[in-house]
């Protein structure tokens, strides 16, 4: 099944993700960065784009690119601390430590500025980097050997991680009655982009160990098992979306992505 995206859906989509682009890599050439680092920035299209999804709701313009902005600015100062972590890129680690740190840190400050109560983003990120930390620690280390303990791991780097963005914007929005949705969305859609780069790395970066498509190869996971989960997913972020009539952009969008995995992604490590 082909799926795409309403067209001016589309368009409105690229154009955030390219003021997006734009400002991070504006920053990042200004502070130091060198042309293969702003490259790289530049090349991160989901982390680009996904502000326009967790912004979907807020209804002023001006409003909401400000708040897409400061939430790329944290998503790839975060990106940029996972490259240092795996050290694949080539890039200059001492780059990618002190741009991390400086995009995080001006992310913050926007974000504190944008909320009626500062206090909400600062516990909010204390609270849910505190899982996605003690997550990621804990993945490294105890690798997945089933679904539930892919599934718990991917709560917190995958899930917890896109949840507190969701969160954010809502906060950052100043519509804090729209966390609920807004967070029970980014949780099921970034368990569903989690999935995707699990199955995308086993090529991409011969990942094994852990890794949900090596699961799957080997049999300890059916593939009907992450097709239900997949299914249930995508449930759960409906179901958020419609909560919020505003963001009704936003079932297209779990759709595709939703079935781009499953009719994709999923058939290329069905064990035979």
Known sequence: MTLALPDTYTTAMLATESANRDHVTDFVARNGGSPGLVAHTAALRLYLRVPHFLTEWIGDPALRARVARALVSDIVAMKLLDDLMDDDTGLNRVELACLCLHLHLTAVREMCALAED????????????????????????????????????????????????????????????????????????????????????????????????????????????????????????????????AALGLEAVTELYTTDVLDRLLPLHTAP
């Not at 930390?133 to 490294?140: L, N």
């Not at 709560?155 to 009655?177: D, E, K, P, Q, V």
């Not at 995308?200 to 990942?207: F, I, L, Q």
Request: proline residues 3%.
């Open 118 to 245: 500062p206090r909400s983003v600062t516990d909010l990120l204390e609270h849910d980097f505190t899982t996605v930390c003690t997550g990621q620690i804990r993945v490294k280390s105890h690798h997945a050997r089933d679904l539930d303990g892919w599934r718990a791991g991917a709560s917190t780097y995958g899930a917890s991680f896109l949840g507190c963005y969701g969160s954010l914007a809502a906060i950052c929005g100043r519509a804090t009655g729209s966390v609920g949705p807004a967070r029970r969305f980014a949780e099921a859609f970034g368990t569903i982009i989690t999935i995707a780069d699990d199955l995308t790395d086993y090529d991409r970066n011969g990942e094994r160990a852990g890794n949900l498509g090596h699961l799957m190869r080997t049999g300890a996971v059916p593939a009907a098992e992450v097709a239900a989960l997949l299914g249930q997913l995508r449930a759960d972020a409906l179901d958020a979306v419609r909560e919020q009539p």
